[in-house]
């Protein structure tokens, strides 16, 4: 199984700052095969980024996503006040597909 | 417009069977695998399966084989996650999403509103 570790847990921001999410996997992972979703609390996971650098429809252009192999970084380049929320990363090269934990970006 | 409109939160006695739905509707649901995700409270998801309504071909993660079963309906563009026996591990909110990008390897592209299942 391709285990996914995101860090930071907690990223303590402020709007207007850059945020920088990484997430590590246990073995290679193909970059069309890695997906970033944003979740809010009670609602379900929103597609950001497939294909570790693909923005899925209307989603604004301060994210982006970059990496290959084993290392994957979602950037928001100006945090906006609707960005704070929970992100998680998704391989679905290999099975079982897995996501990460998760990095919860909060306001300082 | 894409859409998943998943069946509403249940509350069960530990032992119960349980079978929750998720419609799709505005695609052709037969064309695209339809999976399902658990979140366990205040946890990250877990993918727990796929199917592809067309032949109900399905795709599992082992750690879920044989606590459910998937099946799906394209008469009715219904996929349904199922339980004979719940437990009180299985209280969590259960997501369905629509597989997009290479067959049955891509990422979920919409998803389902979520249910909620409380085993008590």
């Known amino acids: 199984e391709v285990v996914l570790t995101q860090s930071p847990g907690t990223l303590s921001l402020s709007p207007g700052e850059r945020a920088t999410l990484s997430c590590r996997a246990t073995?290679?992972?193909?970059?069309?095969?890695l997906a970033w979703y944003q979740q809010k609390p009670g609602q379900p996971p929103r597609l950001l980024i497939y294909?570790?650098?693909n923005r899925a429809s209307g989603i604004p252009d301060r994210f982006s996503g970059s990496g290959s192999g084993t290392d994957f970084t979602l950037t928001i380049s100006r945090l906006e006040p609707e960005d704070f929320a929970v992100y998680y990363c998704?391989?679905?090269?290999?099975?079982?597909?897995?996501f990460g934990q998760g990095t919860k970006v909060e306001i300082k | 417009e894409v859409q998943l409109v998943q069946s509403g939160a249940e509350v069960k006695k530990a032992g119960e069977s349980l079978k929750i739905s998720c419609k799709g509707s505005g695609y052709s649901f037969s064309s695209y695998w339809i999976g399902w995700v658990r979140q366990m409270p205040g946890k990250g998801p877990e993918w727990m399966g796929i199917?592809?309504?067309?032949?109900?071909?399905?795709k599992q993660n082992p750690s879920f084989e044989g606590q459910v079963t998937l099946s799906a309906d394209k008469s009715i563009n219904t996929a349904y996650l199922q339980w004979t026996n719940v437990k009180a591990s299985d209280t969590a909110t259960y997501y369905c999403?629509?597989?997009?990008?290479?067959?049955?390897?891509?990422?979920?592209?919409?998803w389902g509103r979520g249910t909620a299942v409380t085993v008590s």
């Open positions: 294909g570790a650098s």
């Open positions: 998704h391989q679905y090269a290999a099975s079982p597909r897995t």
């Open positions: 073995h290679t992972v193909s970059s069309i095969y």
């Open positions: 999403g629509r597989v997009r990008g290479g067959g049955e390897n891509g990422y979920f592209d919409f």
């Open positions: 199917i592809y309504p067309s032949d109900s071909a399905i």
